[in-house]
C-alpha cells in the first residue's frame, strides 16, 4: 500500500505565495512522474505541473513562470512552489505519483487534497 499526503495549503492574499509538499510512502519499490493537479468548484481536475523522476518539469500554461515544481527523490517528496497566486488558482489541489511496488507492477496513487483559497 502506497499513501501520498499533502501539505502546505490555506488561505492567501493575491499576489501571495505558497508552497504544497506531497510525500510518498508505504511499499514503495521507485516512483517515477509526480505531478500536482487541481480541481476547482464545478470543474474538472487538471494538470498544474509534473515532473519526471529524472527531473524533466512540464507545466500547464497558465502556470508557467509563477509556478515551479520539484521533487527530493531521497525523500520521495514532491514540492510545488506557487507564487503571484491569483483568486482563480483557488481549488483543492491533488498529488499524484506513478509508483512502482515491485519491479514490473506500477500504479497511479493520489493523495486526500488540499485547499488553496485566494482571497483578500
Known amino acids: 500500500q502506497v499513501q501520498l499526503v499533502e501539505s502546505g495549503g490555506g488561505l492567501v492574499q493575491p499576489g501571495g505565495s505558497l508552497r504544497l509538499s506531497c510525500v510518498a510512502s508505504g511499499s514503495i519499490f521507485s516512483i517515477g512522474t509526480m505531478g500536482w493537479y487541481r480541481q476547482a468548484p464545478g470543474k474538472e481536475r487538471e494538470l498544474v505541473a509534473a515532473i519526471t523522476g529524472g527531473g524533466i518539469t512540464n507545466y500547464a500554461n497558465s502556470e508557467k513562470g509563477r509556478f515551479t515544481i520539484s521533487r527530493d527523490n531521497a525523500k520521495n517528496t514532491v514540492y510545488l512552489q506557487m507564487n503571484s497566486l491569483k483568486p482563480e488558482d483557488t481549488a483543492v489541489y491533488y498529488c499524484?505519483?506513478?509508483?512502482?511496488?515491485?519491479?514490473?507492477?506500477?500504479?497511479?496513487?493520489w493523495g486526500q487534497g488540499t485547499q488553496v483559497t485566494v482571497s483578500s
Open positions: 499524484n505519483a506513478n509508483v512502482a511496488i515491485t519491479a514490473r507492477r506500477w500504479y497511479d496513487y
